[in-house]
């Protein structure tokens, strides 16, 4: 069954039939964009874990990147650019400005000290070794 007409629309509808153009903003979207969000992608081998996230337009400088135990925390810091310098006049944005985070845990234990990360063209790869074991310690029953 499809979904009844909500009051606001069966508004819009009349509204459209009598005065068609008049109540038309101007670049109308159909949606408002939600607010960003950091995709990730995880990779497993054997010893490490490669992560490629999504922060493009991000400065790397604005990037932040955290490692606690398996715990692994993205912070990205998205700043508006002036537009006032060059005279023009903005219409509509739909550019999210703000901070976004991410924080996911993986499987295994970071070390923490090898970890590295790389940034280009809007993509950030981490590369994670996994924390080694020291082995197993038999102990010895007096």
Do not use: W
């Amino acid at each position: 069954m499809a979904n009844p007409s909500t009051r606001s629309n069966l508004f819009d509808d009349l509204f459209k039939e009598f005065a068609p153009g008049f109540f038309i903003k101007p670049l109308q979207a159909d949606a408002t964009p939600t607010t960003a969000q950091i995709r990730i992608d995880v990779r497993e081998s054997d010893s490490a874990y490669t992560v490629l996230a999504e922060v493009p337009g991000v400065p790397k400088e604005d990037i932040h990147v955290a490692i606690d135990g398996s715990v692994v925390t993205l912070r990205a810091e998205i700043k508006p650019q002036d537009h006032a310098a060059d005279g023009s006049k903005l219409l509509r944005s739909e550019r999210y400005y703000g901070a976004v985070s991410r924080s996911f845990q993986l499987p295994q234990d970071i070390d923490q000290a090898t970890a590295k990360a790389r940034y280009e063209n809007g993509v950030l790869q981490l590369t994670l070794p996994k924390k080694t074991a020291n082995g197993a310690q038999k102990l010895t029953i007096e």
